[in-house]
């Protein structure tokens, strides 16, 4: 399978693999590192001082990658491979599942693994997960996906990157991801490279992060596909990754960028492992930033989400945990099941009172206890109010008086900056000054 020319969906005409716009053979591991410019915009220096993914799995759901590459020998598990059998760590032919896993968990290679490509959680664990060609999986009947996805679930992946497109969802697709979402797995789809204004039903589905690419300035890409569903945006134009059939490549895509998301949230997985998926997206939506001129506009905007990821904020700035769904969107409950609530939801006043009605008092018994209630605290209203008039002032204390309860100091809020950093850029977790950031190269000749 090629991601290059296949990862069309059928009846949607999406398009979310990253654009190979062709490898640097010639250029030397450390001019590799250094174009790797999303790890220079996130501070990755810093924000490996916090968080390097320790202990979090993240399953990529794609080609399969090649576990032997320099840069990610050790980190890719066995995985298995839906499409051909067998494990799916050894691939040598399609680069886009390689990567993808190098963006997440490259650890790089030589002297101090300076050199090649670094992922932005480089202890992190790949699990790859090959499927089938994208004409295949896109059929509602191939369930492909659901078993992609039930298969990453049962390995213990808290993470699943995406960066494919499906028009057309099946009842088993659904229940996959309804499955991954009850099980706290933080769900990573890409929107896709056409500049088009409508997402497709697997980016669209409640639950699933949808993640746009934006350029090295913060504005959003131009090809990147755009919709209310939208939640985040990532680096995703001249990303260097590691290939499986060629060393490195040169890529544009929502691919890239949703690789970037999904190695974020091992940050905090790692660092925070009590928080919910929900509240993992919480912390990335509410440290996320936008370009220059962009701060005003009405949030989440179809184009950019919430924002841009900041690593380095989402693992330091005080960001209240909230709901267990945060900004997530739940799933509707499978009708097979019963229609029971779905997790994290709660019943209706309706369900309350039917619970209060079995408990086996009639009506007469409930409203007599009602009027006896009543009358009693009528009696102590009556009698507070006499104590009360035999007071002279206000009491010393309680809500009101001099020592009462009160509120603390307020901290700064969850979008308010720390001191200063080196190199600050939209990324970093200090705002830029336009024309901070370093211009874009030229454009890369046309892709194979």
């Keep these: 399978m090629n991601f290059t020319r296949t990862l069309c969906v059928v009846g949607g005409a999406m398009m979310t693999g990253a654009l190979f716009l062709g490898s640097a053979p010639t250029a030397s591991a450390d001019q590799i590192r250094d174009g790797q410019w999303p790890l220079k915009s996130f501070d990755a220096e810093s924000v490996w001082q916090l968080s390097t993914g320790k202990g979090v799995t993240v399953a990529v759901i794609d080609d399969p990658v090649n576990g032997d590459h320099?840069?990610?020998?050790?980190?890719?598990?066995?995985?298995?491979?839906?499409?051909?059998?067998?494990?799916?760590?050894?691939?040598?032919?399609?680069?886009?599942?390689?990567?993808?896993?190098?963006?997440?968990?490259g650890h790089g290679h030589g002297a101090g693994n300076s050199e090649g490509v670094k992922g932005l959680a480089p202890e992190a664990k790949i699990l790859p997960v090959g499927i089938t060609p994208e004409d295949e999986i896109s059929a509602p009947s191939s369930g492909?996906?659901?078993?992609?996805?039930?298969?990453?679930?049962?390995?213990?992946?808290?993470?699943?990157?995406?960066?494919f497109g499906q028009a057309v969802l099946s009842e088993d697709d659904k229940q996959a991801l309804r499955?991954?979402?009850?099980?706290?797995?933080?769900?990573?789809?890409?929107t896709g490279n056409d500049g088009m204004g409508k997402l497709d039903q697997l980016t669209s589905y409640p639950g699933v992060v949808a993640v746009g690419a934006v350029d090295k300035t913060g504005k959003?890409?131009?090809?990147?596909?755009?919709?209310?569903?939208?939640?985040?945006?990532a680096p995703g134009t001249f990303i260097r990754?590691?290939?499986?059939?060629?060393?490195?490549?040169?890529?544009n895509g929502t691919s890239d960028s949703a690789a970037y998301v999904s190695g974020a949230a091992a940050l905090l997985r790692s660092k925070f492992p009590g928080l919910t998926a929900g509240q993992i997206?919480?912390?990335?939506?509410?440290?996320?930033?936008?370009?220059p001129g962009k701060e005003g506009m009405e949030l989440p905007d179809p184009h950019y989400g919430?924002?841009?990821?900041?690593?380095?904020?989402?693992?330091?700035?005080?960001?209240?945990?909230?709901?267990?769904?945060?900004?997530?969107?739940?799933?509707?409950?499978?009708?097979?099941?019963?229609?029971?609530?779905?997790?994290?939801?709660?019943?209706?006043?309706?369900?309350?009172?039917?619970?209060?009605?079995?408990?086996?008092?009639?009506?007469?018994?409930?409203?007599?206890?009602?009027?006896?209630?009543?009358?009693?605290?009528?009696?102590i209203i009556i009698v507070v109010r006499q104590k009360k008039n035999d007071r002279n002032g206000s009491p010393p204390g309680g809500f009101g008086g001099p020592g009462g309860p009160g509120f603390a100091p307020q901290q700064p809020g969850p979008f308010q900056q720390p001191g200063p950093y080196q190199q600050p850029g939209p990324f970093q977790h200090q705002s830029s000054a336009p024309g901070a950031v370093p211009p874009a190269p030229p454009t890369p000749p046309p892709g194979q």
């Design 241 to 251: 990754s590691a290939g499986a059939n060629k060393p490195y490549v040169l890529a």
């Design 306 to 379: 919430y924002g841009f990821i900041r690593p380095y904020s989402a693992l330091t700035k005080n960001v209240p945990t909230g709901s267990k769904n945060g900004p997530l969107k739940t799933p509707k409950a499978d009708p097979a099941a019963g229609g029971a609530s779905a997790p994290g939801t709660s019943g209706s006043a309706g369900d309350e009172a039917s619970q209060q009605m079995d408990s086996g008092l009639g009506t007469g018994a409930i409203m007599g206890i009602a009027v006896g209630v009543l009358i009693v605290v009528a009696i």
């Design 70 to 105: 320099p840069d990610l020998k050790g980190n890719v598990l066995p995985g298995k491979d839906l499409d051909q059998g067998g494990p799916a760590n050894q691939e040598d032919q399609d680069n886009h599942g390689t990567s993808m896993a190098s963006i997440i968990a």
């Design 179 to 190: 499955n991954a979402i009850n099980k706290n797995v933080f769900l990573v789809v890409a």
């Design 144 to 163: 492909g996906l659901a078993k992609a996805v039930n298969y990453a679930v049962s390995q213990g992946a808290s993470v699943i990157n995406m960066s």
């Design 220 to 233: 959003v890409w131009e090809d990147s596909n755009y919709g209310p569903q939208t939640m985040l945006t």
């Design 281 to 291: 997206a919480n912390r990335l939506v509410k440290t996320a930033g936008l370009p």
